[in-house]
């Protein structure tokens, strides 16, 4: 709650001291520009612990990939997984910063606001985890409703800020001393509501999965909007290129293309089954055709 | 002397092993870990980087996580340097006093009720574990990660670099 909101102040000051042409005033600044702030909130948001793939940290990086896992939003990067939502706020914190430097300030806060809007999805997720655990898995132990209770109290002025009455529905299932009551639907229907205000996507936010069959669990499958339905075309077109009618490639709710290369191995995968099925069909014919051959032979004779 | 070897652990998202305050992490978490007070760190990408620390003058209890909530209005409301925040005002409006994660982690840690204008929390009937779940979620680790990691390399130590790369 502290450092989520520290981060996005040094991100909000740097634009700040950009549009006004300031120099940095912070006590902390070692040189006199708008970078410094910039800096301090990456640092902030990654802290000195990330490990790859998913290991120990413990700021607002970690949690991302954390949550990543749990709801299907992972990418692949290299060898490991990244969140997506981690992907995209270091893509905004590096074109962040060219734009600062560049002096274009306004780019420098329409990035800043991305970046606020990607650090909302594990808060998002993180209630949503904890809602369908109490609704659907028994899930009430006195440390998941805290957790619960903290994701929601870190998101909910943003969630009131769209809609006073869908934060109270938030609030009310998700409050510290709810006793594991909250009920998932309207809790994932009062936050669904307010995805656009929010800037978030169903596919930002995807969906909640068991961990041990990997399928979605009841009721949880990622919401459909217009981000799902642009997930669904790209892996049509991905699938079109590497010649197969697979989908099995992924997309970000911001339209970033990921895992083109699961798309060809999908189709050279299916090219091999088609081939084989057809060999193992002629050799089947061939030896039909001499076994029909032997039985009319001897039929003659 | 000691001569560290290090690789920035962050992979993906392109050019960030240059960010320097990642950097700067490392280089503190080898204080923290007990190496020695001054030697040389090799940062996989960026070279090598000298350093002196001594711990016992060198390091600052100035600053805590509690900090971040406690001077939001200075910081966030009333400072001259573009406040009001958007962001903060959200959360301002919805809680209505300027330090909500301060006042919201007392109350966990003293077992009783937020006053808040929304939102309240009563942790009077929670238990160690639910106290546990408060202070491993994101509210938690924010107050409890000493911000001293990310400082005192930054302001403390004296890197032989005569150039510090940037954030560029």
Known sequence: ?301 | MTRLRCCVPFRAPRSQCSFPWIVFGLLLLSFVIGFATSGSVEIGGLGMFEYNYEVLKDTYNERSLQGFSTKAQEKMYACDTGCPYSTYMKFYNYYGVFDYGNQWILAALNKTQTSFKNGNADFSGYGMAGLAGEFSTPCGVSHYFPRSHFRVPHESCSLSHSVIPRNK
Request: one cysteine or more; glycine letters at 10%; aromatic letters at 8%.
């Open chain 1, 1 to 301: 709650m502290n450092t989520w909101m520290y981060v996005l102040k040094e991100l909000e000051h740097a634009v700040y001291l950009c549009e006004t042409n300031a120099k940095c005033d912070d006590e902390e600044c070692t040189s006199p520009d708008m970078v410094h702030p910039w800096d301090k909130s990456v640092a902030f948001y990654a802290g000195g612990q990330i490990k790859q793939p998913i290991g120990d940290g413990y700021l607002l990086y970690h949690l991302a990939q954390k949550k990543c896992g749990e709801f299907k939003t992972c990418i692949a990067e290299g060898n490991t997984q990244m969140a997506m939502a981690n992907q995209l706020v270091f893509n905004f914190f590096n074109a962040g910063r060219d734009k600062l430097l560049e002096g274009q300030c306004g780019e420098a806060r329409k990035h800043f606001n991305s970046i606020i809007v990607q650090m909302t999805v594990p808060l998002v997720q993180g209630i949503l985890l904890h809602a369908h655990r109490q609704s659907y898995q028994n899930v009430r132990l006195e440390k998941d409703l805290a957790e619960g209770a903290t994701y929601a109290a870190s998101l909910l002025p943003i969630v009131h800020n769209c809609s006073a009455p869908d934060a109270t529905i938030v609030y009310t299932n998700m409050r510290v001393g709810n006793g594991g009551t909250a009920d998932y639907s309207a809790v994932r229907a009062a936050l669904e509501r307010n995805y656009k205000c929010m800037g978030l996507t169903c596919a930002d936010v995807g969906g909640l999965v068991d961990s041990v069959t990997g399928e979605y669990m009841q009721y949880a499958a990622p919401c459909a909007d217009e981000s799902t339905a642009q997930m669904e075309n790209i892996d049509k077109v991905n699938a079109k290129e590497s010649g197969s009618t697979s989908t099995t490639s992924t997309t970000g709710g911001s339209g970033i293309k990921v895992g083109p290369d699961v798309g060809k191995a999908v189709g050279i995968t299916v090219g091999v089954v088609v081939g084989l099925v057809l060999i193992a069909f002629i050799v089947s014919r061939k030896r039909d055709m001499r076994e029909y051959d032997g039985y009319a032979d001897s039929e003659v004779a």
